[in-house]
T-cell receptor, first 113, second 111 residues
Framework: DTAVSQTPKYLVTQMGNDKSIKCEQNLGHDTMYWYKQDSKKFLKIMFSYNNKELIINETVPNRFSPKSPDKAHLNLHINSLELGDSAVYFC????????????FGPGTRLTVL | GENVEQHPSTLSVQEGDSAVIKCTYSDSASNYFPWYKQELGKRPQLIIDIRSNVGEKKDQRIAVTLNKTAKHFSLHITETQPEDSAVYFCAARGGSEKLVFGKGMKLTVNP
């Protein structure tokens, strides 16, 4: 009955590798988000999709590519990982575009060695 | 774009005291101001929110106030308990639709 789930919970990898993080929500929400939380706890939006359409695309390196196969799923693929990509990545969803409460997933802690 | 400043960055209080966290925002078009609580190792969770047509909102021990003229909003926690210890984030949503978060405040409630 988990509302917003992410896999994996932890990801440790070498510089230069390519990795993906998956997110699923069973709340029936239209809008999903990816946030990055750095070591100083700063929470910053990266992308947002509404019904599979990209609506927010912050100044994120193009090594990061989101993909939404349907409105319940939003995945994040990262190419050529760098040390600075180490962070906790949170997926979130809200009922509609510009919607109010955002429900966060448990986070994926990515460590790049 | 929107910029949200949050003060202080850390706060330590004794159990039973009150705690106040203050935030300012820059975008006069911002209309939604949520507060999230993040316990260590956990996800951020919404604890209270306020919209621009309301000046104050209360939910048990927590309350939020909004001053649109001055572009600042505050979170007040009364009768603090050790389980209130966490990082608290304010956020604002402006014309760009995205939520912009403050840098967070670590609250420690000492028993």
């Amino acid at each position: 009955d988990t509302a917003v789930s992410q896999t994996p919970k932890y990801l440790v990898t070498q510089m230069g590798n390519d990795k993906s993080i998956k997110c699923e929500q069973n709340l029936g929400h239209d809008t999903m988000y990816w946030y990055k939380q750095d070591s100083k706890k700063f929470l910053k939006i990266m992308f947002s999709y509404n019904n599979k359409e990209l609506i927010i695309n912050e100044t994120v390196p193009n090594r990061f590519s989101p993909k939404s196969p349907d409105k319940a799923h939003l995945n994040l693929h990262i190419n050529s990982l760098e040390l600075g990509d180490s962070a906790v990545y949170f997926c979130a969803s809200s009922p509609q575009r510009g919607g109010n409460e955002q429900f966060f997933g448990p986070g994926t802690r990515l460590t790049v060695l | 774009g929107e910029n949200v400043e949050q003060h202080p960055s850390t706060l330590s209080v004794q159990e039973g005291d009150s705690a106040v966290i203050k935030c300012t925002y820059s975008d006069s078009a911002s209309n939604y101001f949520p507060w999230y609580k993040q316990e260590l190792g956990k996800r951020p969770q919404l604890i209270i929110d306020i919209r621009s047509n309301v000046g104050e909102k209360k939910d048990q021990r927590i309350a939020v106030t909004l001053n649109k003229t001055a572009k600042h909003f505050s979170l007040h926690i009364t009768e603090t308990q050790p389980e209130d210890s966490a990082v608290y984030f304010c956020a604002a949503r402006g014309g760009s639709e995205k939520l912009v978060f403050g840098k967070g405040m670590k609250l420690t409630v000492n028993p």
